[in-house]
């Protein structure tokens, strides 16, 4: 993996030289109803903005920090909503899984599969994810450095599925804390990995909160910005219609508005470094 050719995602090249691929959604499912009203509206902002898009939630939160969190409808009824909004809406789909035996029934229904950050090393699910077939959303851990996320590319890659894309999203820095160094940006496309940022887990207080990972919304504009200065092939945000309302990560969540303005400003950064197409 030394130089960074384009990969596949839904029906687009992403990488150096492309449009800057467009990751969006709530965290997670909070109803059919809720899912369908925010891939309407996601849809409609990003093609106003004429960027490639799919739209991004979780049928089920795992990894909350308690078991009192809100996780989700769950694997069977959560991929029969993502099947309906698929449908109905007219959107590629993405979701995570956190265990090999969602893995068929889940690429049965959504285009990209995400491997959750705390889970990127998991080699029997990075396997299975990417032997799906499906475009593979890789996480990079908060644990893990910007070169050693190349060994975990590699095991996807591997399968003879290269349609791997990598994302930043944040570091461990102390007890309930983020850090974002741009110098990984810069390092994992050295490595030929095609790389997303995640701006708003990125501001995640990871814990911070009584038993609740917090954040900082605030921030979330400034990292996008700066990752796009640095160089980033696409950008993952998670967007609710009223982000304090939020079941799962609304001190992480941009509202619609917020959203728009985001992606608004990482093209025009694209475009005055000459790193967005068209």
């Known amino acids: 993996m030394s130089t960074t050719p384009s990969i596949q995602l839904c029906g687009h090249k992403v990488g150096p030289g492309e449009r800057l691929f467009v990751i969006a959604g709530p965290d997670s499912i909070e109803s059919e109803e809720m899912a369908l009203r925010h891939a309407h509206l996601l849809k409609g902002i990003t093609q106003r903005l004429g960027v490639p898009y799919a739209f991004k939630c ?20 959560g991929l029969r909503i993502l099947d309906r909004v698929k449908r109905e809406v007219g959107v590629p789909v993405l979701t995570d899984v956190h265990e090999t035996s969602h893995v068929g029934p889940a690429a049965e229904v959504v285009d990209i599969i995400q491997i959750p950050a705390f889970l990127c090393r998991q080699t029997d699910l990075v396997e299975a994810v990417a032997r799906s077939g499906r475009g593979v959303n890789l996480k990079k851990g908060q644990f893990v450095a910007p070169k050693d996320i190349v060994h975990s590319a590699r095991k996807a890659v591997e399968t003879g599925n290269p349609n791997i894309l990598v994302t930043e999203r944040g570091s461990s820095f102390g007890y309930n804390n983020l850090v974002v160094d741009m110098r990984g940006l810069a390092q994992m496309r050295e490595a030929g990995l095609v790389v997303c940022m995640d701006a708003t887990h990125a501001v995640q207080l990871p814990s911070s909160s009584d038993g609740k990972t917090g954040g900082e919304r605030k921030f979330v504009s400034l990292l996008a910005r700066s990752a796009a200065a640095a160089g980033i092939d ?19 969540s941009l509202n619609p508005q917020m959203f728009e303005d985001v992606v608004r ?10 790193h967005e197409a068209g």
């Open 58 to 77: 979780s049928y089920d939160k795992a990894n909350r920090t308690s078991g009192k969190s809100f996780r989700g409808p769950g694997l069977k009824e």
């Open 265 to 274: 400003d990482v093209l025009s950064i694209r475009r005055a470094l000459g």
């Open 234 to 252: 696409a950008l993952f945000t998670e967007v609710h219609e009223d982000p304090d309302r939020a079941l799962c990560d609304g001190p992480c």
